[in-house]
């Protein structure tokens, strides 16, 4: 529901924060609340409500990982596109930077901004039609609220993240991957059509047929170029179950062996993969399966498993509805925030390992690699087909196999040592995939300089420099990415 604000209210909430927020033109000064006037008198009514109350900011200054704190002058909850487009609008007059934020799943404060604003993307929420191939919906739909209502259909997104309470326009802006992306790609390769807001303000519609320029520096373009409102969304038929098998190796090199087969063959609709403890200081690795069905059709276990090197008698297999598959991780959830861990802090490590030197380079460091490490957190390692993908920035190695490689550690106890040490050993880690050829995955905790993200995009850097001088010439959006800093 919209809620139209009036100028004078907003203004009021500014002057009873008593903070900074933003620049005089005029005075070629940083104001306080106390002259905010001038500053906002050209902000049109607004839809929505633009929030500078110390909780709301503190609140935009946290994200997932909880390890960076960048805290904005004020946070805009948009009850239109409008809204959106008026706000960078003003902040480009007024010389502040802005950061579009989802769920605030980000580890190392991506969708944050320091002295800036935050535009809080999860009052746009609107799933505005679904039809028998796609869906149109705002940003901040979540991925479990458009499945809940394309499966009332019988259809479903092609891929989703293993973690579903997070946000379309924020999974889009770094790309997206599950354990359907063997088969279909990324999330941000099944988008048919984007509405954009660029970082001059200007509201445009986008896709591979128009403004193609645009939809290629948006879609895993990580909030450079503009801010996603909304998507067409690509929908296949859904099924009503999955058959879950996992099935566990004590060797790395039949293990990645046995998943480079059946993502080649495409037995299984959904593949991925972990390591595990085996409670004698090392790793097993379990290969997570799965195959879609819609009874009276069942799926041949025999088929299925034929051919692969598990160690028998390990084998676990399992029905259940397919909502319940994809929304595994709930219960879990669940139970890390009701003892707090969930808002520890998460160094998490996102690589893309060459599938050349995947065994080696996993079984270094799974031979170092301790549960404290970790912080029990989960480590995936499952391999996905690059001729799936069709966007220049998403960023993966030069091979037709490469597997993700994903230390998801959470900081525990929840010291600043123990986050330090963390981080240091992502940065370690990921040069020594650098230098075999492989990427980061851009949602992670990796210190990185401007330097390290024009190596991160080679070739295509040209490309979006030049989408960023087109569409954000202020250098406006995104800033925690560091990614054109001092420009």
């Given at each position: ?283 097993r690795y379990l290969l997570e399966a799965a195959s879609f069905y819609s009874p009276p059709s069942i799926p041949n276990n025999s088929l299925l498993i ?182």
């Open positions: 529901m919209r809620q139209n604000t009036s100028r004078r209210s907003v203004l009021q909430g500014l002057i009873t924060s008593a903070i900074v927020i933003g620049f005089d033109l005029t005075t070629r000064s940083w104001v306080t609340s106390a002259s905010a006037t001038s500053v906002f008198e050209s902000l049109p009514p607004l839809d929505g409500v633009l929030y500078t109350d110390n909780a709301t900011l503190t609140d935009a200054s946290i994200d997932f990982g909880n390890i960076v704190h960048r805290q904005p002058i004020a946070v805009l909850k948009p009850g239109s596109i409008e809204d959106i487009v008026q706000v960078i609008q003003f902040a480009r007059t007024c010389k502040l930077k802005v950061a579009p934020r989802g769920q605030g799943h980000s580890t190392y404060g991506q969708s944050q901004v320091e002295v800036g604003i935050v535009i809080d993307l999860s009052t746009l929420n609107k799933i505005h039609f679904i039809g028998t191939d796609r869906a149109i919906v705002d940003a901040g739909v979540v991925w479990s609220q458009l499945l809940q209502q394309t499966l009332a259909m019988g259809l479903t997104p092609p891929v989703l993240t293993d973690y579903i309470e997070l946000s379309i326009g924020g999974t889009l802006s770094v790309g997206g991957i599950g354990g359907a992306t063997h088969r279909y790609g990324v999330q941000v390769d099944n988008v048919l059509e984007l509405k954009v807001v660029t970082g001059i303000g200007r509201l445009e519609t986008c896709s591979l047929l128009y403004n193609r320029n645009l939809f290629t520096a948006v879609l895993a373009g990580l909030g450079q170029c503009g801010i996603i409102v909304q998507a067409t969304i690509k929908l296949i038929p859904a099924t009503t179950n999955a058959r879950v098998f996992q099935l566990y190796y004590d060797n790395l090199a039949t293990f990645t062996h046995d998943q480079r087969l059946i993502i080649n063959d495409e037995r299984f609709n959904y593949v991925e993969g972990q390591l595990v403890s085996n409670n004698a200081g090392g790793w034929t051919g692969l090197n598990y160690t028998r008698g390990t084998e676990q297999i399992e029905d259940k509805t397919y909502f319940d598959f994809l929304n595994r991780l709930a219960p879990t959830v669940a139970f890390l925030k009701s003892i707090g861990v969930w808002s520890y802090p998460h160094p998490w490590l996102d690589l893309f390992v060459p599938s050349s030197a995947v065994n080696s380079f996993v079984g270094e460091v799974a031979a170092n690699l301790t549960l404290a490490d970790t912080g029990q957190g989960t480590i995936l390692l499952y391999p996905v087909k690059t001729n799936r993908f069709h966007l220049p920035l998403f960023r993966v190695p030069r091979e037709e196999i490469v597997f993700l490689f994903s230390i998801l550690r959470t900081a525990a106890p929840p010291e600043d040592a123990v986050v330090t040490r963390m981080l240091s050993d992502n940065r370690k880690l990921f040069e020594q995939n650098r230098d075999l050829g492989g990427y980061k995955y851009s949602v992670d905790a990796i210190p990185f300089s401007k330097k390290d993200w024009q190596q991160h995009f080679g070739r295509v850097w040209g490309n979006l420099v030049s989408a960023k001088q087109r569409y954000d010439p202020d250098n406006l959006l995104t800033p925690s990415q560091g990614i054109f800093a001092n420009c």
